[in-house]
């Protein structure tokens, strides 16, 4: 039983974020536990973590996307421009605007699994391209969109507002699909062993490439998300996001090189960043000090990880 | 049980339907405009204790040494001299929605005052959260249009760019090629550069040949400018507009040899500016006197709280302030005659 929590990811890092949030409540009883607390660190964390359910889907593959933050940025910027300027209905924009982040994936999963170049470098590559796009679209930002635009990212149902529920759908949905269908789960395979997985019959090029383009429609979907609930769509948005959701990937049980994690460890990745930077709110840690924390943080936890497997592989 | 390919589209199909099944039955929507969190404000929330008093900045780029130095080291002084707690949260990096996620924490809380650094128009909504919940809010630095913001202290960026036109027109003789550079993309630098361009197309003999990302780096503003001067050798001047542009374009003009040939004008007075006018290799500074953006913001908070002029039997009942609605603090101008004055302060 204890071999088994400690061994996966996903049941050590629960315990993690139980046993923290428990000792926080302790600590401010009146700020910490209340349901708006609750509720905004889940909306605060609900677009890294739609972003993070297509790094894991990457991950699990053995690739990952660097462009993520600026697909965010540029998806949001894109539909905004196109209803502002050009009043385009928003279910129109909406579909333009997942359109192209598709395009977008496309062009990267194509490039990176037909014509072989470096994942790395191409999504790199592609992040500054694409956040140039964002800027030239938005300027300084688009102000004052449709009504009904913000209220994808504004209402409310139940008391919690929508992106938590987009947020908790999909990645139920793709813990649904990587659990029960032969398709997602070939994605450990080809992360595991590429060439084997080749030459037992699997399209891996295709694979990668859908990979890339399911990611990248993620992303634009979370950016559309957050620029729904500024109300906004800022050229700004999503900085620095591929490598925050790259850390809570990591955190939730992926690895670098490929064919390991769970779909739910990438919500449990984002949340216990979540919570860690709600917390230095909470206690006033000054902001100079968090990227450190949670640097430490990380290493402290794959530290932990390693620790722990060559210790109970060995008992077992 | 596995399933194979085809199902894909069976559950696709089943989680789309999903989807606006969720959509269709939310309940809540978001107000049509903004008159129901003035109505939020008008019901007269509780009131925010001053008995653990504590003033909460939320800032971006907190690390930003020119923040550091200005916002925040006025801001903590304040807070030493009132004897009341003060705290500076924000992300580290350049992070709009991350400043945001930080206010909306920060409003649970319930501290005494809030001073927000007016980062973008982006963050109005969650202004006006902390203000319908009874929290004195306090912008700064940039305002932020359609936000119920108590008061705001801060620099007309259009002047900013006015005054670094008259000057260059007064340096090049009001002829020349001119280039500018700053972070594009940011609605306060961008009246910046209106105010600017403004002053020079008064002047037909100055030709504006470009505007530049130097997005805030001093190796992009000196890789920015050696390249436009291969390109235009007999360029007169450079004009930046956000605080490392200045020694960006110092440091590419110095090594081109042409220190204090081509002309520069730039934003903010940290050391190193400071020092580049010292040296002659910028000719002027306009700088910001952020120390009293956060100073008088702080203080604007804590008049507030306590009440130190109250026009009303109850301000709050009675819908309003009893602090200044707008502060313009004006603009430093920094050259070779007063340099000396800021560097040994």
């Excluded at chain 1, 290493?299 to 592989?313: E, F, G, H, N, V």
């Excluded at chain 2, 005494?112 to 202004?127: M, R, W």
């Excluded at chain 2, 003009?253 to 910028?282: F, N, S, Y």
Aim: with cysteine; glycine share 10%; charged share 15%.
């Amino acid at each position: 039983m204890i071999n088994k929590i400690l061994q996966d990811r996903v049941y050590s890092l629960g315990l993690v974020l139980v046993t923290t949030a428990l000792i926080t409540s302790l600590v401010f009883p009146s700020t910490f536990p209340t349901f708006e607390n609750f509720s905004q660190i889940l909306l605060n964390l609900s677009i890294d973590t739609i972003v993070a359910v297509g790094m894991m889907l990457l991950l699990i593959s053995g690739a990952f996307d660097l462009s993520v933050g600026s697909i965010v940025a540029f998806t949001g910027c894109f539909t905004a421009y196109l209803m502002h300027f050009f009043n385009i209905p928003v279910p129109l924009a909406l579909a333009a605007g997942m359109l192209s982040a598709l395009c977008i994936g496309l062009t990267n999963g194509y490039l990176i699994a037909y014509q072989n170049i470096n994942p790395m470098i191409q999504t790199l590559a592609m992040m500054g391209i694409i956040r140039g796009c964002a800027l030239l679209v938005s300027g300084a930002g688009i102000q004052n969109l449709p009504y009904w635009f913000n209220a994808i990212g504004q209402s409310k149902l139940l008391g919690i507002q929508m992106p938590i529920w987009y947020m908790l759908a999909t990645v139920g949905i793709f813990t649904f699909l990587f659990n029960k269908t032969i398709f997602f789960r070939r994605y450990y395979y080809i992360g595991g062993n590429e060439k084997a997985a080749d030459l037992s019959g699997i399209h891996v090029r295709k694979m990668k490439m859908f990979a890339f383009m399911i990611s990248a429609l993620l992303a634009g979907f979370a950016g559309i998300l957050l620029s729904s609930r500024l109300g906004a769509a800022l050229p700004t948005m999503g900085r620095g996001l591929e490598l925050r959701v790259i850390t809570a990937v990591i955190l939730g049980g992926a690895t670098l090189t490929g064919g390991y994690g769970k779909i739910p460890g990438a919500l449990l990745g984002a949340l216990f960043m979540g919570l860690i930077a709600n917390i230095m709110v909470i206690s006033r840690i000054s902001g100079y000090w968090q990227e450190i924390i949670l640097g430490l943080i990380l290493i402290a936890t794959l530290w932990l990880d390693k620790y722990l497997q060559r210790k109970y592989s060995a008992i077992s | 049980m596995k399933l194979k390919l085809p199902h894909l589209k069976v559950y696709s199909v089943f989680s789309l339907f999903g989807a606006l099944f969720l959509l269709s039955v939310s309940c809540e929507l978001p107000p049509r405009n903004q008159s129901a969190a003035v109505a939020a404000r008008a019901s007269n929330p509780e009131p925010v204790s001053i008995d653990n008093e504590e003033y909460v900045m939320v800032t971006t780029a907190v690390t930003m040494p020119m923040y550091v130095n200005h916002d925040q080291a006025a801001f903590r002084r304040w807070g030493k001299k009132m004897n009341v707690k003060v705290s500076i949260l924000g992300p580290a990096e350049w992070d709009v929605p991350a400043q945001i996620n930080t206010i909306e924490e920060v409003i649970g809380t319930r501290p005494t005052g809030l001073l927000i650094n007016g980062t973008d128009p982006a963050i109005a909504q969650v202004i006006n959260k902390a203000v319908a919940a009874g929290i004195p809010t306090v912008v700064y630095d940039s305002d932020i249009p359609g936000s119920n913001r108590h008061a705001f202290l801060g620099t007309d960026w259009y002047e900013i760019g006015r005054m670094q036109g008259e000057e260059m027109v007064k340096l090049t003789g009001g002829k020349g090629k001119i280039a500018y550079m700053g972070i594009l993309g940011l609605t306060n630098m961008d009246q910046g550069f209106q105010g600017l361009l403004d002053v020079l197309k008064k002047y037909p003999d100055i030709e504006v040949i470009g505007k530049y990302d130097d997005k805030a780096n001093v190796e992009e503003a000196a890789k920015i400018t050696s390249d436009v001067l291969a390109a235009h050798p007999d360029i007169a001047g450079f004009c930046g507009f956000d605080s490392n542009s200045g020694p960006g374009i110092a440091l590419a003009v110095r090594e081109a040899g042409k220190a204090g040939k081509i002309k520069i004008t730039t934003v903010d007075w940290e050391p190193e500016h400071l020092q580049l006018v010292k040296d002659g290799v910028i000719q002027m500074l306009a700088g910001q006197k952020r120390e009293l953006f956060t100073w008088y913001g702080a203080q604007f908070l804590y008049d507030m709280v306590h009440h130190t002029n109250p026009l009303a039997q109850n301000d709050a009942r009675a819908g309003i302030t009893s602090v200044p609605y707008i502060i313009n603090t004006g603009l430093l101008k920094i050259t070779a005659e007063n340099v000396d004055e800021f560097i040994n302060r």
